[in-house]
């Protein structure tokens, strides 16, 4: 069987490097997704040839690095006839309309998709996760294929995998847990990660090898990259770090995306919650706000960024790549710089009655912070 990966449209540039696709960028318990796609077509499948188009050689070596025994080739991939990949746009449920896969290539829906094992040929969206039922029919094999075209829809499919995959707690004899620390609930623990005194993870966790958790922080439901280093006496709650981030102390970091290499200095965070309690909005192309679905989203920042201390990042904002935010700063509006001065709120200097509230007649109203 030949299995051909596609080009769709996403938005998900600030967690993938130029000239990379979702398939080779993200990860998900620390396998790329094009390995792991490649892995779930394989038990149904017997796959001969694998296609990848012509742009992104970083996913052709990973395809001949772990699979070299299967015959790989590049094509040129016309973007223009690709029908996009939304969730919007397809059901995500079995029924009786879904697309039968008895031509000789077909491309695949977003949803669950039924094959019998004879199909020549097979296409994926390269921002697509395939899952495989634990127990399909007897007579039809099944595909869950879900499409990843807006960060929200990767951290769901990131708490999705971490329920359905991680069942049990698992700690690598070589890792290193403080007596004083508690596992809570199924946990995977790879080589060489260190966990500090007084801390707590609760499942269901990932932390890949190399890790280290300081002392007293509290990490729960999370999707932790290889040699991602947690300070002390910080939070960080149902969020994926892609791997080789620093994150200083009582920092407090939730519902968020992290990607690789990102500094967060000392007593900085990410919002997830509006006051009002509407659902987040994210800000994508030309302005446009959309709707995340939730009213708990906090971040997304880009590769090589460097947060200072002091800062905090609003609810369904996005730093690009390499952004550097002075300590201090408020990000209340979507960047399009990449260094933000000291003392702002991005997009607006403060004033001196801002920042010191040099007010006679009534005390400044701090409204309550929503529990989280």
Same mark, same amino acid.
């Given at each position: 069987?030949?299995?051909?990966?596609?080009?769709?449209?996403?938005?998900?540039?600030?967690?993938?490097?130029?000239?990379?696709?979702?398939?080779?960028?993200?990860?998900?318990?620390?396998?790329?997704?094009?390995?792991?796609?490649?892995?779930?077509?394989?038990?149904?499948?017997?796959?001969?040839?694998?296609?990848?188009?012509?742009?992104?050689?970083?996913?052709?070596?990973?395809?001949?690095?772990?699979?070299?025994?299967?015959?790989?080739?590049?094509?040129?991939?016309?973007?223009?006839?690709?029908?996009?990949?939304?969730?919007?746009?397809?059901?995500?449920?079995?029924?009786?309309?879904?697309?039968?896969?008895?031509?000789?290539?077909?491309?695949?829906?977003?949803?669950?998709?039924?094959?019998?094992?004879?199909?020549?040929?097979?296409?994926?969206?390269?921002?697509?996760?395939?899952?495989?039922?634990?127990?399909?029919?007897?007579?039809?094999?099944?595909?869950?294929?879900?499409?990843?075209?807006?960060?929200?829809?990767?951290?769901?499919?990131?708490?999705?995998?971490?329920?359905?995959?991680?069942?049990?707690?698992?700690?690598?004899?070589?890792?290193?847990?403080?007596?004083?620390?508690?596992?809570?609930?199924?946990?995977?623990?790879?080589?060489?990660?260190?966990?500090?005194?007084?801390?707590?993870?609760? *499942?269901?966790?990932? +932390? =890949?090898?190399?890790?280290? /958790?300081?002392? %007293?922080?509290?990490? @729960?439901?999370?999707? #932790? $990259?290889?040699?991602?280093?947690?300070?002390?006496?910080?939070?960080?709650?149902?969020?994926?770090?892609? *791997?080789?981030?620093? +994150? =200083?102390?009582?920092?407090? /970091?939730?519902? %968020?995306?992290?990607? @690789?290499?990102?500094? #967060? $200095?000392?007593?900085?965070?990410?919002?997830?919650?509006?006051?009002?309690?509407?659902?987040?909005?994210?800000?994508?192309?030309?302005?446009?706000?959309?709707?995340?679905?939730?009213?708990?989203?906090?971040?997304?920042?880009?590769?090589?960024?460097?947060?200072?201390?002091?800062?905090?990042?609003?609810?369904?904002?996005?730093?690009?790549?390499?952004?550097?935010?002075?300590?201090?700063?408020?990000?209340?509006?979507?960047?399009?710089?990449?260094?933000?001065?000291?003392?702002?709120?991005?997009?607006?200097?403060?004033?001196?009655?801002?920042?010191?509230?040099?007010?006679?007649?009534?005390?400044?109203?701090?409204?309550?912070?929503?529990?989280?």
């Amino acid at each position: 069987m030949k299995l051909i990966f596609r080009k769709a449209s996403h938005c998900l540039e600030s967690l993938i490097d130029k000239d990379e696709c979702p398939a080779s960028s993200l990860k998900l318990l620390g396998q790329h997704l094009i390995i792991r796609n490649i892995n779930q077509v394989g038990k149904i499948f017997a796959i001969k040839k694998i296609m990848i188009p012509d742009e992104f050689r970083n996913a052709l070596k990973l395809v001949q690095d772990n699979f070299p025994s299967i015959n790989t080739e590049e094509f040129y991939d016309d973007f223009n006839n690709i029908v996009d990949h939304d969730v919007s746009s397809h059901s995500s449920t079995d029924n009786s309309n879904s697309p039968s896969f008895n031509s000789a290539t077909t491309a695949t829906p977003v949803g669950k998709i039924r094959l019998n094992g004879n199909e020549e040929s097979f296409q994926i969206p390269l921002n697509a996760v395939l899952h495989y039922p634990a127990s399909p029919s007897s007579d039809t094999k099944s595909l869950l294929v879900d499409s990843v075209v807006y960060p929200w829809d990767f951290l769901n499919i990131i708490h999705k995998t971490l329920h359905e995959e991680v069942t049990q707690t698992i700690i690598s004899p070589n890792a290193s847990v403080a007596k004083s620390s508690i596992i809570s609930g199924p946990c995977i623990i790879e080589d060489e990660v260190s966990i500090d005194d007084f801390c707590k993870i609760k *499942g269901p966790t990932y +932390i =890949s090898k190399g890790s280290f /958790i300081g002392m %007293s922080s509290l990490i @729960r439901d999370c999707m #932790f $990259g290889s040699n991602t280093r947690i300070g002390f006496n910080c939070e960080i709650g149902k969020s994926y770090f892609a *791997g080789d981030d620093k +994150i =200083s102390h009582q920092n407090v /970091i939730l519902d %968020s995306m992290i990607g @690789r290499n990102v500094w #967060f $200095g000392g007593y900085s965070g990410t919002a997830n919650v509006l006051l009002n309690r509407k659902n987040v909005r994210y800000e994508i192309g030309n302005g446009r706000l959309m709707d995340t679905g939730t009213d708990h989203f906090g971040a997304v920042v880009g590769n090589n960024c460097a947060v200072g201390a002091s800062v905090i990042i609003l609810p369904g904002r996005r730093l690009p790549h390499n952004t550097v935010i002075q300590a201090g700063t408020i990000v209340g509006k979507q960047l399009s710089d990449t260094v933000i001065q000291a003392g702002t709120i991005v997009g607006k200097q403060l004033s001196e009655q801002e920042i010191y509230l040099r007010t006679t007649d009534r005390k400044p109203q701090i409204p309550s912070s929503p529990s989280i």
